[in-house]
């Protein structure tokens, strides 16, 4: 097993030192154990960060991620469902949502391209 100092483990796991340190105030990190009077992280607080920013990166929330760690330890696959559902459902919305904006940028910008006179349709869009 490896043993890490806390910017070790920062470095590890891709964040900042103060990341891991606001991870343990939100109750996702432990604080682990102290050798030495300096504390250090193992391999499972390793797994334990890579999930948590893996989570963040499929758009759940640091409250979200909190209750998938909590349900990970209880094998309730139905609420780990349910939550990965309501996560999906979300992202469906964001992404009509942006191809929406999208849609209406490259009517601008159509319209732009198709008049010389005028204000810039895009520019006025904006006002």
Do not use: S, W
């Amino acid at each position: 097993m490896t043993e890490r100092t806390i910017a070790g483990f920062a470095r590890a796991g891709g964040v900042g030192v103060e990341t891991v340190r606001y991870y343990q105030r939100r109750g996702l990190l432990p604080t682990p154990r102290k050798t030495g009077g300096i504390h250090r992280y193992g391999d499972d607080d390793l797994r334990r960060l890579h999930f948590i920013r893996t989570a963040q990166g499929a758009g759940f929330t640091l409250e979200e991620i909190g209750e998938l760690l909590a349900l990970d330890a209880t094998g309730d696959r139905r609420r780990v469902r349910a939550l990965a559902g309501a996560r999906i459902a979300a992202l469906d919305a964001k992404i009509a949502e942006l191809q929406a904006a999208r849609d209406r940028l490259a009517k601008l910008a159509r319209q732009c391209a198709a008049g010389t006179r005028g204000p810039c349709p895009i520019l006025a869009a904006f006002e």
